[in-house]
T-cell receptor, first 112, second 113 residues
Framework: KQEVTQIPAALSVPEGENLVLNCSFT??????LQWFRQDPGKGLTSLLLIQSSQREQTSGRLNASLDKSSGRSTLYIAASQPGDSATYLC???????????FGRGTSLIVHP | NAGVTQTPKFRVLKTGQSMTLLCAQDMNHEYMYWYRQDPGMGLRLIHYSVGEGTTAKGEVPDGYNVSRLKKQNFLLGLESAAPSQTSVYFCASNLGQANTEAFFGQGTRLTVV
């Protein structure tokens, strides 16, 4: 059974910092990994999808990397802004299943 | 393109009442899912479907039933609501193929009193 862990559970940083969110998974035979953002009381917004053959994906100030052999993905946020404050979730599909399995998320606060 | 639509968005139930949550997708996706989200718990899978007419249990299926009579719709039923079912419910869908994205509805906030 795939298990997904996200570290840290919470993070508070001053505006302008570069930061890294971590996602680890137990079964390296993944199909893809997806990063989501969730604002309080809202739904999930897809940020990046990394396919199994890719090492990284970039969108604006976001860069997600994937290392299947070590069972890890990182989401790098450059020059953080207060508007980046949200919970970030990673979801993994793989191990013979297309069902997204989620970590518990990292709650990020960027203060001015 | 509406994506994944959930109805209702909010609901308050009394203990013992029943209700059905509706999920509709217009992307011709084979796979559909129901998750619940509780504080600090991430998203946990309740039930899922890999195609029209199929359903299967997820991680936390007790107290819920589902049906997928049409490919585009996935219904989640609570026969006798309990306070422990107070949660935010999310529906999702995907193609059931590698390297494709999962799409989520905006959620249903359910309170059982």
């Amino acid at each position: 059974k795939q298990e997904v862990t996200q570290i840290p559970a919470a993070l508070s940083v001053p505006e302008g910092e570069n930061l890294v969110l971590n996602c680890s998974f137990t079964d390296s035979a993944i199909y893809n990994l997806q990063w989501f953002r969730q604002d309080p009381g809202k739904g999930l917004t897809s940020l990046l999808l990394i396919q199994s053959s890719q090492r990284e994906q970039t969108s604006g100030r976001l860069n997600a990397s994937l290392d299947k052999s070590s069972g890890r993905s990182t989401l790098y946020i450059a020059a953080s802004q207060p508007g980046d404050s949200a919970t970030y979730l990673c979801a993994v599909e793989g191990g013979g299943s297309y069902i997204p399995t989620f970590g518990r998320g990292t709650s990020l606060i960027v203060h001015p | 393109n509406a994506g994944v639509t959930q109805t209702p968005k909010f609901r308050v139930l009394k203990t013992g009442q029943s209700m059905t949550l509706l999920c509709a997708q217009d992307m011709n996706h084979e796979y559909m899912y129901w998750y619940r989200q509780d504080p600090g718990m991430g998203l946990r899978l309740i039930h899922y479907s890999v195609g029209e007419g199929t359903t299967a249990k997820g991680e936390v299926p007790d107290g819920y039933n589902v049906s997928r009579l049409k490919k585009q719709n996935f219904l989640l039923g609570l026969e006798s609501a309990a306070p422990s079912q107070t949660s935010v419910y999310f529906c999702a869908s995907n193609l059931g193929q590698a390297n494709t994205e999962a799409f989520f509805g905006q959620g249903t906030r359910l309170t059982v009193v």
